[in-house]
């Protein structure tokens, strides 16, 4: 690996690290401007002004926003997260608690999705113009335009209440063979791997034919090349940043869609744990939520970043 690569790589982590404090200052923002507070939601809105200005200073929501966001800065930066404002327990062990959940989700949906995505993506490129072509592309277009709660709900009309196939909420626990894995797992997984697969297989299928049709695999043709080793052995090598770029934009969207999908599946995973911070306006909870999602889409994007400069031929070769 040459120095230019590591320079870009060093780069791209800095500014990967540079936007995360970025974002931090933006939810710590946003969270202190939201109506209302936990003390508020605590004693009610019958509490005397008393109570919940002494409330109010043991919570410490009686600093300055700047001074609050440094001291919370600091013990993310020593791994502390504060406490819950309405259990009083460790935001850490809360987060502990359902993060795992919300991993094993996305790890199965990404484990569906991303092969099925990419083996669609690479033959409509392969076989463009022709019938599965024209059918895959239409597909996709047509999914991505429905949203995920829509999928979900149309999964739990017809798999849980018509059919009675599936159970209309999911759960993480007591599961004991593949089977219920499959029940717990089936519609949440099935309504996040629509949107995901259809993104994904788009954004393949583009960055294979933009190989396809580059000088160079002309030459490879005119040299007598098969038609597999063609897109396996040349076009795919140097589709791989564009491809890594899709993949994580693709699975970035599953962080965000995993929070409608919890919800409606009352799943207890992170995104459910933060929607009812926000519900009792728990604000170190909602920062800590916040920051996980974002630096997970930050770590994605960063390693589609590297897999393109490691991937790049001109600048393995430079």
Known sequence: MNALILKLL????????????AVSALVFAITAVLPGDAAQEQLGQE????????LRTQMGLDV???????????????????HSATTSTAVSELVASRLPNSLLLAAVTAMFSVPIALALGISSAVWRGS??????????????SVPEFLVATLAVLVFAVKLRWLP????????????????AFAMPVLSLCCVIIAQMMRMTRAAVIDQLEAPYIEMVRLKGASPLRTVMAHALPNAIGP??????????????????????????GIA??????????DMPLVQACTMIFCAGYLILVTLADVC???????????
């Open 272 to 281: 459910k744990l933060m929607v009812d911070a926000v519900t009792q306006r």
């Open 47 to 54: 509490a005397t002004p008393e109570a919940l200005a002494a």
């Open 168 to 183: 209309a909420l999911s759960y993480a626990s007591d599961i004991e063979s593949i089977g219920q894995m499959l029940r």
């Open 131 to 144: 019938w599965f072509d024209r059918l895959a592309s239409t597909t996709a277009v047509g999914v991505v």
């Open 243 to 268: 491809i890594a770029n899709a993949v994580a934009f693709s699975l970035s969207y599953l962080l965000g869609g995993v929070i409608i999908i919890e919800t409606i599946f009352n799943y207890p």
């Open 64 to 82: 300055a926003a700047p001074l609050r966001y440094l001291y919370w800065l600091g013990g993310v930066a020593k791994g502390d997260l504060g």
């Open 10 to 21: 060093g780069r791209r982590v800095a500014i990967g690290l540079l936007s995360l404090l």
């Open 308 to 318: 393109g400069i490691v991937a790049n031929p001109r600048l393995r070769h430079r």
